[in-house]
């Protein structure tokens, strides 16, 4: 086992990756405040294995990972062991998740489509805003104020509103939760 390389920011992991042969990508899903999720994404019809790396016990979190295209996730307490373990098996093709995550998915396959939409109860502004905050996860705040039209407190105010109507706390859980209800492919 070598490692090729190492990246603070997405986009300096994105360049890494699409220059430097690797098998196994240990990807953290906070790197650098913006959603690892969207690199996985990005990168999904590459040969590349991604290993979920984080400190978030949100089962959103976990499960959007793994819909996003991960192989496995391992938390960031893990016992160095466990870690190298985990890059192993999923570099032999193997799944790396624990009984309760894989019963849990189990049990999502079995259960009929929800119908529910948890961005329901948000006004046509506020979904254009998760909207635009989903597809440019990697966008700085300003940036997408900016496009948005409004300042970075304005942006940051809506965010607080939108993150207590669908019940999350930040960035990373918005865009684990878009993830899980298919999106980009539906329409938020």
């Given at each position: 086992?070598?490692?090729?390389?190492?990246?603070?920011?997405?986009?300096?992991?994105?360049?890494?990756?699409?220059?430097?042969?690797?098998d196994v990508v240990l990807l953290d899903l906070d790197i650098d405040g913006h959603s690892g999720l969207d690199l996985i994404v990005r990168l999904k019809g590459s040969n590349l294995r991604f290993l979920a790396f984080t400190g978030v016990r949100?089962?959103?979190?976990?499960?959007?990972?793994?819909?996003?295209?991960?192989?496995?996730?391992?938390?960031?307490?893990?016992?160095?062991?466990?870690?190298i373990r985990a890059i192993s098996r999923v570099h032999d093709g193997e799944l790396w998740l624990d009984r309760a995550k894989v019963g849990r998915l189990v049990d999502n396959l079995r259960e009929p489509a929800r119908a529910i939409d948890p961005f329901g109860r948000l006004t046509p502004r506020e979904r254009e805003i998760?909207?635009?905050?989903?597809?440019?996860?990697?966008?700085?705040?300003?940036?997408l104020a900016d496009e948005l039209g409004i300042t970075e407190s304005t942006l940051r105010n809506a965010l607080s509103v939108i993150y207590s109507k669908v019940g999350i706390g930040n960035r990373l859980q918005l865009f684990a939760l878009a993830s899980s209800i298919g999106w980009p492919q539906r329409t938020l």
């Open positions: 086992m070598q490692s090729v390389g190492v990246a603070h920011t997405l986009q300096d992991a994105l360049e890494l990756l699409l220059s430097t042969p690797a949100d089962e959103r979190v976990v499960d959007a990972a793994i819909r996003a295209g991960a192989r496995g996730v391992v938390s960031k307490h893990a016992q160095p062991e466990t870690l998760v909207a635009l905050m989903v597809t440019r996860s990697d966008a700085p705040s300003k940036r």
